[in-house]
């Protein structure tokens, strides 16, 4: 039950950044973010600005994993010089 609190609040928080609750919690574990679901609810109600540090993080790594996903999957354009052609 209480379990079920901490992620409704966390849940509730990350929305309201615009963000999705799975998302949150995976790139935090990619992130090495080891805080659990306890910690993230008390950041997410009284350290409000901490919490959306957080958020921020993980749209960060979400944000770098397209972009290698991208780079990875994509063919360079003949004429354009690229980072991998260096």
Do not use: W
Request: with cysteine; glycine share 6%.
């Amino acid at each position: 039950m209480i379990q079920d609190l901490y992620s409704q609040r966390i849940l509730g928080a990350v929305e309201e950044h615009g963000f999705k609750y799975e998302l949150f919690m995976s790139c935090l574990t990619k992130c090495g973010v080891e805080l659990n679901r306890k910690s993230l609810s008390n950041l997410a109600v009284y350290e409000p600005k901490t919490f959306e540090s957080l958020v921020d993080l993980a749209k960060t790594k979400l944000r770098e994993e397209a972009d290698s996903e991208i780079a990875i999957n994509t063919k360079p354009v003949d004429g354009v010089i690229t980072r991998g052609m260096l």
